[in-house]
């Protein structure tokens, strides 16, 4: 049984800091693409960062490259959103998600390719 687990969300002012992981278990966590979406109240969620398998590429959605930084360590089983220089548009509820399939994902942007999804952690950044 696939388990994604987030955690290191939680409350913090506009222009500090956050790092959120993930921890992966029941797949093989070297085969999936990785990615971070979040959902704000009210709106729909939205893709935030990916990262392929191997960990050779990145993908971002504008609004926070630049700011925010993914990263997976194979050999942990973990992946990881650092988050800087946070603002009050930031503040949702993010998901971690692994690919539907091993290796190739041809959008990292959408989550139709994600198969499993985790929980959830809650992002406040206040103003």
């Known amino acids: 049984q696939v388990q994604l687990v987030e955690s290191g969300g939680g409350l913090v002012q506009a222009g500090g800091s956050l790092r959120l992981s993930c921890a992966a278990s029941?797949?093989?966590?070297?085969?999936?693409?990785m990615g971070w979406f979040r959902q704000a109240p009210g709106k729909e969620r939205e893709f935030v960062a990916g990262?392929?398998?191997?960990?050779?590429?990145?993908y971002y959605t504008d609004s926070v490259k630049g700011r925010f930084t993914i990263s997976r360590d194979n050999a942990k089983n973990t992946v990881s959103l650092q988050m800087n220089s946070l603002k009050p548009e930031d503040t949702a509820v993010y998901y971690c998600?692994?690919?539907?399939?091993?290796?190739?994902?041809?959008?990292?942007?959408?989550?139709?390719?994600?198969?499993?999804w985790g929980q959830g952690t809650q992002v406040t950044v206040s103003s």
């Open positions: 998600a692994a690919g539907r399939t091993r290796y190739l994902m041809t959008d990292y942007t959408t989550d139709a390719s994600y198969g499993y």
């Open positions: 029941g797949l093989t966590f070297s085969s999936y693409g």
């Open positions: 990262v392929t398998w191997s960990g050779g590429d990145n």
